[in-house]
C-alpha cells in the first residue's frame, strides 16, 4: 500500500467523524500551544534579564574596596575597609594588556541649584571611560573630556530627569550651575537609558573625578569599573587587578572583585532550567491528550469492527491495518501539533506587540519539541487500538461483533 | 481448483461446540456455478468463509488453485485472498464515507497499485455494471440494488478467480435481486467460478451445481 494513500484513507476516516477529530484537535492543539507558549515566556524572562545585564556591560568586573571571603554573596559595600582605593589605583589598572577601559567611580550626594531651582543631587565623579563601560548615550553635547584623569574641570552632565528639575524647557548647554560650593558647566545631557539594573542614570550629575575628590574632600573613589578586551579576557584581566592591586597595598588582598559575566551566566542557567521545568510540566498535557486519542480510537475501532473485517476480507493484511489506524493516530497529532504551534505564535505575537518592552520569543527547540512530543505520544498511544483492530478476526468483525 | 478434503470446523458457542463443519470434501473446478443451500446454522457461511480464507480448517487440506493453503502465513493468506477471491456480502458492507467510485477502488489501494491505473479499472467497473453515473455518490445515495452492484464491482477490481456471494439478494428486492443474480452469473459467463450461499430455491436452482448444507455435512444434491 502506497503511503499517500494510507494517509488519504486517514484524513477520510478522521473527516467520517468530525465532532471526534476536532475535539482530539482541540486537545493536540491545547498541548502543543502551552507548551510553546509557556517556554517561551520563561525564554523571555530570561532575555529580559540577560538584555537588563547587558546594558551594565558585559565583560565588566568591579573592584571594590574591602574583601569578601564568599565569592558571589552581595559584596560588603559597609564593611571595613582596611585600605582605601584610589585614583592611582584606577590608574594602574589601565596599564594591564587585557584591560580595555578603568572608570573610577566616585558617589557623593551634594546640593545643586540652577537660579532659584535647587535640590539635592546624586553626584558621580568619573572619567571619559565611563561613557563605554556603562553604554550610556549623549542627547545633546559631550561627556566628560579624554585624558588626564587628575584635571578636576567645572564640567557636568546631567541625567534627563536632573535636566527636568533644574532648567525645565530652558536649554542647559553651556549654562553654569552650582554644585555645592562650586560652579560647574554643563557641556552635554544623557539619552535615557530604559530600566536598567543598577544606577539610575537620569537622576544624576556626572562630573570629572578630581573635580568630584575636591568637591567631597575625599581621595577615596567607591569602586573601579574594568571592561576586559573580551569574554576570554575576563580571568586574566581579574588576575591582572588582584595582583596589582596587592603589590600597591603592600601585599594585602584588601579588595573584592564581581565579574558581571558570572553573574549573568548564573541567572542565564537558572531561567534556562525553569524555561525546561515549565516546559516539561506543560508536556503533560500532551500526553493526556495522547490518551484521549487512545481512548477516541479504541472507540473507533469498536464503531468501526465491520469496516474492518471488510479490509481483512479485501485482502488487507494485518500490517496493514495497524499501519491504516496508525496513520489516523498520527494525523491528529500533526495537525493538532500544527495548530498548537500556529496559536502559540498568534498569542507571542500579542502579547509581543501589547508588552513590547518583555521579549517574549519561543525557543526554537520549543516548537520541535512539543511537535515531537506530540507525534510521539500519538503514536505511542494509537498503538494499542490500531494492534486491537489489526488483530480482529475478520469472521467475527464482519459479522459485527 | 478448489479442493477441499476432510475439513472439520467446531467453535465455542456459549459453552456448548458447534461442529459447523464435519469430514467436508469437496472440489470445485475453475468456471463452476454452485449455490450452497441449507438452514441456517447448517455451516454454509462457514463453508464460504473456509473457502475465502478468512476461517481456517482444524483439521484437513484446502487447496486453491493448486496451493495447500495450510502452510501459508496470515499475511500469505491475505495475499491469496486479495488476489484470487471476491467477498459479495448480503449487508453490502460499503464504507458509508466513501464514494461508489472508491469503495470499487478499495481492494487496488490496498494492492498499492498506481493510482492511474486505478483510476482507469474503476472507471471500466463502473461501466461495466451501468453505475458510471453514480461514481461520486455515496451509498446512503444509492437504492439496494446499486449498492450491491457496487459491491460486486469491488469485488471484481482484483480480477479475482473465484466469487464468493453470501445471500447477495437477501436484502433486496425481487427486482434488484434478479438484476444482482444476472450481473452475478454474467461474470461466470466470462469465466470466473461463482459460488453463492442462498437459502431461496429460485436462486439456487439457476446453478449449475448445488451442494446442501446439513448440520455441517456437505451433500452433493440434484
Redesign the interface.
Known sequence: ??TA?LFG?GL??L??ARLRTALMLLAMTIGVAAVVMLTALGEGARRYVVESFSDLGTHLLIVLPGRSETTGAAPPIMGETPRDLTLDDALALARGRDVEFVAPLMIGSAPASNGGRQRDLTVIGSTWELLPVRHLRLRQGGFLPKGDADRASPVVVLGEKTLKELFGNQSPLGAWIRLGDRRFRVIGVLEPLGQSVGTDFSDIAIIPVASAQALFNTSSLFRILVQAKGREAIPKAREFILDTIRARHEGEDDVTVIAQDALLSTFDGILRALTYTVGAIAAVSLAVAGILIMNVMLVAVSQRT??I????????????VLGLFLAESALLSILGAISGVLVAQGVIWGVARAYPAFPIAAPLWAPIAAVAVAITSGLLFGWLPARRASRLD??LA?AGG | MIRLEAIDRSFQVGGEWVHALRQVSLEIPAGDYVAIMGPSGSGKSTLLNMIGLLDRPDRGRYLLGGIDTAGLSEEGRADLRRDKIGFVFQSFHLIPRLTAAENVELPLVLAGIDPHERKARVADLLRQLNLSDRARHRPDQLSGGQRQRVAIARALAMRPAVLLADEPTGNLDLTSGREVVETLEGMNEKGISLLVVTHDPAIGGRARRRIRMVDGLAEEGA
Do not use: I, S, W
Not at chain 1, 473485517?309 to 496493514?320: E, I, V
Open positions: 500500500m502506497r494513500d484513507f477520510k476516516a473527516g467520517g465491520q469496516e473485517g471488510l479490509l481483512k476480507a479485501l485482502g488487507a493484511t494485518q500490517p496493514q475478520p469472521v464482519l
